[in-house]
């Protein structure tokens, strides 16, 4: 089971969930040091043609949206407090919508070609249409599908936290970075959205 579907599953383990969350704290911690100028973006993304002022929009709405996300999917909160969970949701939503469409900008703005355009920007896409859906279905009331468009929403978010488990993971590979950074502008969110899928349709079935 992927680390998103252990997330919203009822019968998941308090080790899988810990293990999300710790790794979206991480990941947004680290993607907020482009907000406090701490340090310099890698080669690759520095020789974005829209790097600027984009790349620090992005990085800051991405890291917000995978630091709430996690906490949608919390029953017992929901339960107790309607009102944050709303709330949250909102300031996600938000923070998604952002993080989306800065995303496709530097998507079309990819130094390493054209295929990690299609890659990056069709993660913007997916991740825009996932989360606006989601919050149109909750203002609609519609509560299980809210959760199903919800889930496949954080399932994108999580991108961010494959994306950079696989970039290292990738320098040991007998290839050249930039092909298989290519790659992964498609594998760090197909494999999730599949998995958000299997997950959602084993419970509909």
Do not use: D, K
Not at 52 to 62: E, I, Q
Not at 109 to 136: M, Y
């Amino acid at each position: 089971m992927s680390t998103t579907a252990a997330l919203v599953s009822r019968n998941t383990l308090w080790p899988a969930q810990i293990l999300t969350v710790g790794l979206c704290v991480a990941i947004a911690v680290f993607a907020y040091r482009y907000l406090l100028e701490i340090g310099a973006p890698p080669e690759i993304i520095a020789g974005n043609r829209f790097i600027t002022p984009w790349l620090v929009v992005h990085a800051t709405a991405a890291a917000t949206a995978l630091l709430l996300g996690p906490f949608q999917f919390w029953a017992s909160l929901r339960a107790r407090m309607p009102t944050l969970h709303r709330w949250n949701g909102r300031v996600y939503v938000t923070a998604c919508v952002v993080g989306g469409l800065t995303g496709f900008i530097l998507a079309l703005g990819a130094s390493s070609g054209p295929v990690t355009t299609l890659g990056f920007g069709s993660l913007a896409v997916a991740w825009l249409v996932s989360t606006i859906l989601a919050w149109r279905l909750a203002v609609a009331r519609r509560f299980v599908e809210h959760r199903q468009w919800m889930i496949r929403s954080f399932a994108l978010t999580f991108a961010a936290v494959t994306l950079r488990l696989y970039v290292p993971m990738s320098l040991l590979l007998p290839v050249p970075f930039e092909t298989a950074y290519q790659a992964i502008s498609f594998v760090c969110w197909v494999p999730n959205l599949i998995a958000a899928e299997l997950y959602l349709h084993r419970r509909t079935s």
